[in-house]
Structures are given as structure tokens and as C-alpha cells.
């Protein structure tokens, strides 16, 4: 499906021994068929790339004023050339706050897609590679290095609109490179372990469903997601999601990574699992004021668990001495 397009922009930040410097480019590129490419391209690789993270924007005093900017270029329809120059200045300071900043030319796009709208910034470099002349000569090309990006963030503007808990992504990347990026969002991106572990395990199952996995082979898929999962927890180490596919699903990792990283599921690369949120990977559980249950996926696979879905109830075999015997002894008080 190819993205609506609303607004494009395109500014150049310098890097040079005596800091950052804004370039004015183009505030209002045209849509033609290369910018549309563009456009298209940019917000696919986005959407692959492993190493994301989530969040909303800070509700701190010093966070970046991007908010306050986009919601003036929204509600009070500013022109789009007073937007990205107002974050171009943003940019601009945040970066040079940080040694490991870098620069490059600053993608702006204001588009459309499913319903939703949503602002995409990236920071291409340009890239050498070699052309043939009409005169069969071979010369020296510039082009924008589409696959070489590695600062860009996407915005749901009707997700922030509808007040929703995580509408910004942003490439994570590794150690601190990426931290001057997500000042310059003004996102908080504040890890909530439990949950994120939760919204994991809601994607592996997931993507069993949509593996089609029953009986044993979707047993053994969670089991090991599971044990994959308890040995990071145990060992403080961060999940990382191109490990983690690679690893459990080595026939079909890309398949799995899809699914991890699909931004509408908004899951937080790199964090260190929850145990407790782990266990619904092999077990079931319920509970009323009556009455609670808890076992493990494979008495369901099994046939020590039953469930009749027609008439919703479930029906537990072989019970153990102990409990049968306290059930014989309750039995005899009715008689």
C-alpha cells in the first residue's frame, strides 16, 4: 500500500570542528514518482529494523519542544517549512550535546496510511558508487544511502491524537548513539518490564497462530520461547529480538522478526524479561471467588486437561491421592 503523502522536507546538519550547523533545503518537496519512492522505501526499512523502541512524548519540563511544535503545525495549521525548521533547530541542539552525534540530511514526511497519520524523520548520509556514462565511460554518483540509516523516528500523530499510551518509535541502536535522537523527539520511552514482557508473549503466540503450530510442535515453539526467555531474565541479560528470532525460529527467523517488529504491536526491543510474565508462555490460569486453577499447556495436549468449548467447562484427570482423598472425605459429609 503506498503512503498518502501530506508534506515533504528535506535540511542538511553539518557536522564540522566547530559543532552543528542547519542548511536550509527544501521545505515543500513535490510529490513526484521518486519522492513517493522515497517515502515508500524509507518507511519499509523502517518498519524492518530490528531495534526499536516505544514510548510517548515526555511530560518533563526540559524535554525537547517537538511536541509543542507539531501540535501548532496541526491545530493551528502553520506551514509545514515553519515545522521542520523549528525542529531542525531542535536538532540541531541536541546533537550538539552529545559527542556521538552525527549528521546528514534530515528526512521530513507527513503522510497517510491505514486511517492514520504519522510524521517519519530520518537522517540519510549520501553514498559513493560508480555509473555508466553514454559514452561508456564509468563515473562517480552520489546517492542517498536508503539502507544505511541508522537515526529515524515515526510519530502517530492519531494515535497521539486519541491519547494512546505508546505512539513514537525511534531506532534504539546500540549504546548511547541513539540517545540524542530520542531528546530531540522529546520521547520517554520509560521501559515497563512487565508489560512489555506481556505484549512478547502476546507476539509469539501470535505467530504460532499464524504458523499454524498445534498440539506438540506449538508446545515445543513456547516451551523453548520460554526457556530462551527465563535464561535472559536469570542472567540480567537484554532480549534482543534478531537474536531471539534467529535462535527459535532458525528455519524462519525474517518470518518471526516481522511479527517482533511490526510497529502497530509498539514491542520494545532490548529489555530484560519478566519471569512471572513469562509462565503464561506454558501454563494456564484462572480464577473466580470460588475457585482457582493453574496447569501447563501439554496436560492440554496431553489429555489430562479437557476443555468443551461448546459447553465451556473443563474437566481434570488422573487427580492426585492427596486431593481425591480430601474430595472422598467431603463426599461422606453430604451422605
Keep these: 500500500m503506498a503512503n ?5 522536507a528535506i535540511h542538511d546538519l553539518d557536522k564540522g570542528e566547530d559543532g552543528f550547523r542547519v542548511r536550509t533545503g527544501n521545505d515543500h518537496l513535490a510529490v513526484t514518482p521518486t519522492t513517493q519512492r522515497v517515502v515508500d522505501e524509507l518507511y519499509e526499512l523502517y518498519i524492518r529494523r530490528a531495534s526499536k523502541s516505544h514510548g510517548k512524548f515526555s511530560a518533563a519540563d526540559d524535554a525537547a519542544p517537538t511536541e509543542m511544535h507539531l501540535r501548532e503545525y496541526l491545530e493551528q495549521q502553520s506551514d509545514f517549512a515553519i515545522l521542520t525548521e523549528k525542529m531542525m533547530a ?5 546533537a550538539g550535546l552529545r559527542n556521538a552525534a552525527q549528521g ?12 492514520r497519520q504519522y510524521m517519519l524523520v530520518a537522517i540519510l548520509n549520501d553514498k559513493l558508487s560508480a555509473a555508466l ?3 561508456y565511460d564509468v563515473a562517480d554518483v552520489h546517492h542517498l544511502d536508503m539502507d544505511g540509516f541508522r537515526f529515524a523516528g515515526r510519530i502517530n500523530l492519531t494515535g497521539w491524537a486519541a491519547n ?3 505512539y513514537i518509535g525511534f531506532l534504539k541502536g546500540k549504546g548511547a548513539v541513539s540517545e540524542y535522537f530520542m531528546a530531540f523527539l522529546g520521547c520517554d520511552n520509560t521501559v515497563q518490564v512487565r508489560q512489555d514482557t506481556t505484549d512478547l508473549v502476546q507476539a509469539l503466540k501470535g505467530f504460532a497462530d499464524d504458523q499454524g503450530l498445534l498440539g506438540e510442535a506449538r508446545d515445543e515453539f513456547l516451551s523453548k ?12 541479560e537484554e532480549i534482543e529480538f534478531e537474536a531471539l528470532a534467529n535462535e527459535l525460529a532458525p528455519r524462519e527467523p525474517q518470518a518471526l522478526l516481522a511479527v517482533l517488529t511490526d510497529p502497530e504491536r509498539k514491542l520494545n526491543d532490548r529489555f530484560v524479561p519478566d ?13 473466580t471467588a470460588q475457585w482457582s486453577v493453574e496447569f501447563e499447556r501439554d496436560a492440554l495436549s496431553g489429555g489430562k486437561v479437557r476443555y468443551d468449548a461448546s459447553e465451556n467447562t473443563l474437566t481434570l484427570l488422573d487427580l492426585p491421592e492427596d486431593l481425591t482423598a480430601q474430595l472422598r472425605n467431603e463426599l461422606v459429609r453430604y451422605d
Design 90 to 94: 531542535t536538532l540541531k541542539h541536541q
Design 104 to 115: 546528514g540530511h534530515v528526512f521530513f514526511a507527513h503522510f497517510g496510511r491505514d486511517d
Design 164 to 166: 494512546e499510551e505508546r
Design 225 to 236: 520461547a520460554k526457556s530462551i526467555c527465563d535464561r535472559a531474565s536469570r542472567n540480567r
Design 133 to 135: 556514462t553514454s559514452s
Design 275 to 287: 519471569r512471572r510474565a513469562l509462565s503464561s508462555l506454558v501454563k494456564f490460569k484462572g480464577k
Design 4 to 8: 498518502q503523502i501530506i508534506n515533504v
